[in-house]
């Protein structure tokens, strides 16, 4: 389950190790991302703001609406989200070394990282045409800029299908008015 969320939301490691139950509404499918969470010199736990300072919210597909719903109803308010198996705070080497890694191994995936499921998200989320401000505001980026920089080359492949959906709006149908433009333009630029 942690795979998926991470997959489909695009949190940060720390982002989505900090979530308690309490951020996590199933009526509006959204998760509150105010914290994040990284482990210090000597393994404990530290909670921290998120990556820029700023808190967001970010919706969550449906198809993981069960499956929170059945972690939240197991837990209280204040408990972690996500935890290691068998109980206790998630551990970013533990859960590499136990769980992701050999995960990755046996899947005979190469160079997947945890962080590379931040890049699936950012991905799929392109691909169905997400507007550039959407996909940065839940990547949590400082700006769309930094999104552009790190994501636009996979905008580019679209710009003819945003060309040809123009031209249909443009000049498909019969609408009188849209018709009438258009011959007027014509005729004073031609």
Same mark, same amino acid.
């Not at 837990?75 to 533990?94: K, V």
């Not at 590499?96 to 990755?104: G, Q, S």
């Not at 160079?111 to 499921?117: G, N, R």
């Not at 905008?155 to 007027?184: P, Q």
């Given at each position: 389950?942690?795979?998926?969320?991470?997959?489909?939301?695009?949190?940060?490691?720390?982002?989505?190790?900090?979530?308690?139950? @309490?951020?996590?509404?199933?009526?509006?499918?959204?998760? /509150?991302?105010? @914290?994040?969470?990284?482990?210090?010199?000597?393994?404990?736990?530290?909670?921290?703001?998120?990556?820029?300072?700023?808190?967001?919210? !970010? +919706?969550?597909?449906?198809?993981?609406?069960?499956?929170?719903?059945?972690?939240?109803?197991?837990?209280?308010?204040?408990?972690?989200?996500?935890?290691? +198996?068998?109980?206790?705070?998630?551990?970013?080497?533990?859960?590499?070394?136990?769980?992701?890694?050999?995960?990755? @191994?046996?899947?005979?995936?190469?160079?997947?990282?945890? #962080?590379?499921?931040?890049?699936?998200?950012?991905?799929?989320?392109?691909?169905?045409?997400? +507007?550039?401000?959407?996909?940065?505001?839940?990547?949590? #980026?400082?700006?769309?800029?930094?999104?552009?920089? !790190?994501?636009? #080359?996979? /905008?580019?492949?679209?710009?003819?299908?945003?060309?040809?959906?123009?031209?249909?709006?443009?000049?498909?149908?019969?609408? @009188?008015?849209?018709?009438?433009?258009?011959?007027?333009?014509?005729? !004073?630029?031609?």
């Amino acid at each position: 389950m942690l795979v998926k969320f991470a997959g489909t939301t695009g949190l940060r490691w720390g982002e989505l190790a900090a979530l308690q139950c @309490k951020d996590i509404s199933i009526l509006n499918r959204t998760i /509150y991302v105010g @914290k994040s969470l990284s482990s210090g010199l000597r393994g404990e736990q530290i909670v921290s703001s998120t990556k820029t300072d700023e808190s967001r919210v !970010v +919706p969550f597909p449906k198809e993981l609406l069960s499956d929170l719903q059945d972690l939240i109803e197991k837990r209280g308010p204040e408990s972690q989200l996500f935890t290691m +198996p068998g109980g206790g705070s998630l551990e970013y080497n533990n859960f590499m070394t136990r769980i992701f890694r050999p995960a990755v @191994k046996v899947s005979g995936l190469k160079d997947i990282t945890f #962080h590379s499921l931040r890049h699936t998200a950012a991905s799929l989320l392109i691909s169905q045409g997400t +507007p550039i401000t959407t996909v940065s505001g839940i990547l949590g #980026h400082a700006s769309t800029q930094m999104t552009l920089d !790190v994501y636009g #080359h996979l /905008y580019e492949d679209d710009a003819m299908t945003y060309m040809d959906r123009l031209g249909e709006k443009l000049f498909a149908g019969t609408d @009188k008015e849209r018709t009438n433009v258009i011959s007027v333009a014509d005729k !004073v630029s031609g």
